[in-house]
């Protein structure tokens, strides 16, 4: 699909916009977006805030960010550099849209933990 000649379909598998849909689906991207919305931080700072996640897949995902004008990279001059990382006004927009989808989470874990439980035990219970 060429982008400037078609109208966007994300159904269609060559649709430039799965590409952005990946951005969204990605818990990495997801969480880093939301917390450089609060204030800038630095790699360190991130990796530490963000348990979980190892140097190698944050650095890509900044990257991919980055690349998608969704962060903004900044060396600052010292020894060592220094490497700060900030929202765009781009990024904003995304974390905003996606913030609801945290906060669903955050409200709704405990029934999605039971219905979880209910559904292994069912399983359990055919495969006995």
């Not at 994300?10 to 916009?17: I, V």
């Given at each position: ?55 190698k897949m944050l650095s890509q995902v900044l990257k991919s960010l980055e690349r998608d004008g969704?962060l903004r990279r900044r060396a600052i001059a010292t020894v060592p550099v220094t490497v700060e ?44």
């Amino acid at each position: 699909m060429k982008a400037t000649s078609l109208k966007p379909d994300a159904y269609a598998a060559n649709c430039p916009t799965r590409q952005i849909l990946d951005r969204v689906g990605d818990k990495w991207a997801v969480l880093i977006l939301l917390l450089l919305r609060e204030e800038p931080m630095r790699f360190n700072q991130l990796r530490r805030t963000i348990e979980g996640i190892s140097q190698k897949m944050l650095s890509q995902v900044l990257k991919s960010l980055e690349r998608d004008g969704l962060l903004r990279r900044r060396a600052i001059a010292t020894v060592p550099v220094t490497v700060e990382y900030s929202i765009t006004p781009l990024g904003s927009t995304l974390a905003e849209a996606v913030d609801p989808l945290r906060d669903w989470a955050e409200r709704n874990l405990k029934d999605v933990l039971a219905a979880q439980r209910r559904y292994d035990a069912q399983r359990k219970a055919l495969a006995a």
